[in-house]
């Protein structure tokens, strides 16, 4: 049987991959994944706490709609991350000093 310990022990080692992925990548893709899956840490955790310790949905329509909100912010930054590839032909973020064209 899972235990709650174990929903976030895996939560922290997303967590930790993600803050790694933002550090180390610079390429403007692969920090939106990994900003995704910081936010996919955060929504364990509601669902495990909502789980084992508040006996509601609560934690679970929280995490509805933080999916709904990560989903708009990945549009818009992923609409950004285009038009800066077109203007710059690059998505390396330490590249880029304006977004101007």
């Not at 049987?1 to 790694?20: E, K, R, W």
């Not at 949905?57 to 038009?83: C, D, H, M, P, R």
């Amino acid at each position: 049987m899972n235990t709650l310990a174990d929903f976030v022990l895996v939560s922290a080692m997303l967590l930790a991959i993600g803050i790694y992925g933002l550090i180390v990548k610079r390429s403007a893709l692969r920090m939106v994944f990994a900003v995704e899956i910081m936010i996919n840490a955060a929504n364990l955790n509601f669902v495990a706490f909502n789980q084992f310790l508040w006996n509601n949905a609560i934690g679970q329509t929280f995490v509805l709609f933080s999916i709904a909100l990560a989903a708009g912010e990945a549009a818009v930054i992923l609409a950004i991350v285009v038009v800066t590839y077109r203007l710059h032909k690059d998505t390396d973020v330490s590249e880029l000093k304006t977004l101007k064209g």
